[in-house]
Structure formats: C-alpha cells, structure tokens
C-alpha cells in the first residue's frame, strides 16, 4: 500500500506507475482515492474546529453556574449538545469514507523501482547474470520422477489416494537427500549472520491481507474451515506478521532471520498442478530468509540477498542465472523482484528455484510495522528471499549431478548431511 500523500501531492505519478504495471482498469481508482480523501479531511477539520469549540464552550458551562447564570448556562448546553450530534455525524461520515479508502489504496500496485524493465508478463523478463557453465551431457537424462523412482525414492499413487493430485511421498535416501538440503540451507544462512526461526505455519486474515494483495490470496491460500486461519504458502507471510504493529527499536536494526516452514498452495490459474513431478505441488518444504531494514538500506540488502540464493545453489554444482522481472510480472506489492533459475540440462534451459523481493514499506504500511528516531516515526522497509525450496532445488541436483549410469553425485556440502554418502546408486 503507498503512502497517501503521493496520491495528494502527484496523482499523475501514480497513474504511470499503474501504467508501467499493464493495469489500466485500476486507474479511475486514483482518481476516486483522491476525492474521498478531499472529502474525508474537510470533515475531519470541520470536526476539529467543533471539538475546539465544545471544549471551549464546555469550560464556560461550570462559572455560570457559580454565578448563577443558569439561563445562559443551559443554553450553551443545548449548543455543546447540536455540536456533539454534529460531531457524531461527521465521524460516522469520516468511517466510510476510510472504508472506501482503505480498499481502494489496498489494489492500488505500489511504485515501482525506476531501474525495474517495462514489460507485460513473465516472457518478457531480463536475463541479468550467469552463474556456472550450463553444460548439456552427452547422455540422455531422464525426468526426475523417473530419477527417483530408480532409488524407490518417491510414491505419487499413494499420495493421490491418500490426499489426491499434487502430493507425493518420499522415501529412503531421496527423502534424506530432501532434509539434507533443507538443513544444509538452514546452516549456510546461519553462518551468514541470520537468526534461525521456525514459525506458525497458520496466519490469520489480517496477516494475509497485510503481506500480499488479495489476487495473490485468492490463487494461493488454503483457508481452514470455520476458522479466521490460513495456511501458509510462505514462511515469508508469517515471519513478517510476527512485527505486525510493532514499534522496533533502532538499535535492533537490521532484522535479519532466516525461517523453516512447510508451504501450502493451491496453485489456482494458468500453470496449474503438474500431473507427472514436484515441480509446482500443493506441499513442499522451503528454508526462507527475511529482511526488515532502514529505507535508505534496503536496496544494498537487495543485492546481498539473491547472492546468496546464487551462492548456495553454486555450492551444490547447479549453473544458475538471474531473472529481473519485468513491471507487468511484478506482484502489486513489490517494488523489484528478480528470480533465481537452475539450469535444467534435461530440458536444456533454465527454471525457476527462487525469488527475491524487495517491497518498500508496503508490507509496513499495511501492518502497522514502524520504528521511532530522530526523523520521528517512520515505516521500515521489508525483504524476502528463498533460500532453497525443497521440490524444485531436488529437480535441480539430481539433473546436474546425474551419471551416465544412473548414479547421482552428492555435492560434498551435502556429504556430512548424508551420513558420508557420495553418491545414491540405483535400486532398480
């Protein structure tokens, strides 16, 4: 959500911006904002003015008395008493008037960074950087399904009757591989300075609605039956909630934590369920990290962040490169984001494994998340990075480190994780 004052103060630099984001049909909403806005601070000031007078007139009612005034006296109560009814109105006019605000300014997308690429969707993302040579083997590799089904490592079918299409079990050294990664992530963030968090892994609508615009609600979120909970599709949503109204001290600044949940979505839209692998799933498992920063700091921390995500991934012989997403792929909260994508040397092209946020003070704002200096009291800036989400960081290692004859290598950072395993070796 962006600071009203820009919709005061410069309504056009805010139609631009909806502009650069492909989202026509939201700007009549700036327009509306600023109307109500007009409307709502006239009745606010109207109200000032009369709660100055009631407190002036009030003062009098008490000598009058003494000096035996009654007359006048139960005069300027009947005239404190229209005021009180004047007031009343006004602030039940001004309540409205903040509802028809508040969900306006709640779609209104938030400004975006000026070095963000113009574009309409995901085709027309900029490659930034490679890292590590993409190297095509000169033997067939086959779909990481079948991959793990050669070690007995995962069983589809019986997720499917147990809990239906997009879940799956895994099994022995697959599994294992699974929370050696997830424990490796946990560590390597750890020695990077952030504090480890394992957060609640239900949030309520208040959260939600704070961390994420409501199109990306709708698309992702299990909500429990009967209750004001959701699921989480990200540690990110909760982890960012825990500072929810919060007054953080200066002094504590950067938070930096890194944070273990199971993630919950429904994947609602184009790209649906994949029928054969865990490459888009309803459960997978991720170690994330999170930001909350000064706004003068939250571009360096940017930077720092999709490092490290490049960093990890290099670290278990995966080539990766960087996406900058374009205006039009952007979440309406975020003000830059680029993704991290694998390289895939079945498909012989990249896939995305990670992205990196940047969202101003939009989480902030919305939550109520500030702290207090010498500028006064201010909105902090909020960031979030995957650091590796299990299902698809598994599709990357086992087809970067598979062998001609069917074996995977365990990256040596892994190793200690595996009980010493260098390698898994086909079952069947």
């Known amino acids: 959500m962006i600071d009203i004052k820009l919709i005061r103060e410069n309504p056009e630099l805010v139609k631009e911006n909806i502009k650069k984001k492909f989202q026509d049909e939201k700007l009549g909403l700036v327009d509306e904002v600023y109307e109500y806005d007009k409307t709502y601070r006239e009745y606010k000031l109207e109200g000032d003015n009369l709660r100055a007078k009631r407190n002036?007139?009030?003062?009098?009612?008490?000598?009058?008395?003494?000096?035996?005034?009654k007359d006048e006296a139960e005069k300027i109560k009947s005239e404190v008493s229209e005021i009180n009814n004047r007031i009343d109105e006004l602030e039940e006019k001004e309540a409205r008037l903040e509802e028809e605000i508040k969900s306006r300014m709640m779609v209104i997308p938030n400004i975006i960074d000026s070095s963000v690429p113009i574009g309409k969707d995901d085709s027309e993302n900029v490659e930034n950087e490679r890292f590590g040579e993409p190297i095509v083997p000169d033997y067939?590799?086959?779909y990481h399904a079948e991959i793990m089904e050669s070690f007995s490592g995962w069983d589809k079918d019986s997720a499917g009757r147990t809990s239906g299409n997009g879940f799956y079990y895994l099994l022995g050294d697959i599994a294992r591989l699974h929370s050696a990664m997830l424990s490796y992530a946990r560590d390597f963030m750890i020695d990077k300075g952030f504090t480890y968090c394992i957060p609640p892994f239900m949030i309520r609508s208040d959260v939600?609605?704070?961390?994420?615009?409501?199109?990306?609600?709708?698309?992702?979120?299990?909500?429990?039956?009967?209750?004001?909970?959701?699921?989480?599709?990200?540690?990110?949503?909760?982890?960012?909630?825990?500072?929810?109204d919060q007054i953080i001290k200066e002094e504590t600044l950067p938070i930096t934590m890194t944070s273990y949940?199971?993630?919950?979505?429904?994947?609602?839209?184009?790209?649906?369920?994949?029928?054969?692998?865990i490459y888009r799933v309803h459960q997978f498992e991720k170690q994330e990290m999170?930001?909350?920063?000064?706004?003068?700091?939250?571009?360096?921390?940017?930077?720092?962040?999709?490092?490290?995500?490049?960093?990890?991934?290099?670290?278990?012989?995966?080539?990766?490169?960087?996406?900058?997403?374009?205006s039009g792929d952007l979440a309406d909260l975020k003000v830059k984001s680029c993704d991290v994508e694998a390289w895939s040397p079945r498909q012989q092209?990249?896939?995305?494994?990670?992205?990196?946020?940047?969202?101003?003070?939009?989480?902030?704002?919305r939550l109520g998340i500030r702290t207090k200096g010498e500028k006064g009291t201010y909105y902090l800036h909020t960031l979030n990075n995957t650091v590796l989400a299990s299902s698809r960081a598994m599709?990357?290692?086992?087809?970067?480190?598979?062998?001609?004859?069917?074996?995977?290598l365990i990256p040596k950072v892994l190793q200690p994780y595996m009980g010493g395993i260098e390698k898994l070796v086909p079952k069947k």
């Open 290 to 326: 999170i930001v909350i920063c000064e706004p003068e700091e939250s571009m360096d921390w940017y930077e720092k962040m999709w490092k490290f995500t490049v960093e990890l991934f290099r670290s278990l012989d995966i080539p990766v490169r960087t996406l900058e997403c374009c």
């Open 349 to 365: 092209k990249y896939f995305e494994v990670g992205s990196c946020s940047n969202l101003g003070d939009a989480q902030a704002r």
């Open 208 to 244: 939600v609605t704070g961390v994420m615009s409501f199109a990306e609600m709708d698309a992702m979120m299990y909500k429990i039956e009967g209750e004001d909970l959701y699921l989480i599709g990200t540690s990110e949503h909760s982890m960012i909630g825990r500072f929810k």
């Open 261 to 277: 949940s199971p993630c919950f979505r429904k994947e609602v839209g184009a790209h649906g369920i994949e029928e054969r692998g």
């Open 395 to 408: 599709i990357a290692l086992l087809e970067n480190n598979y062998q001609s004859d069917g074996s995977v």
């Open 140 to 142: 067939e590799i086959p």
């Open 56 to 69: 002036d007139l009030s003062s009098q009612i008490g000598g009058l008395m003494r000096e035996g005034k």
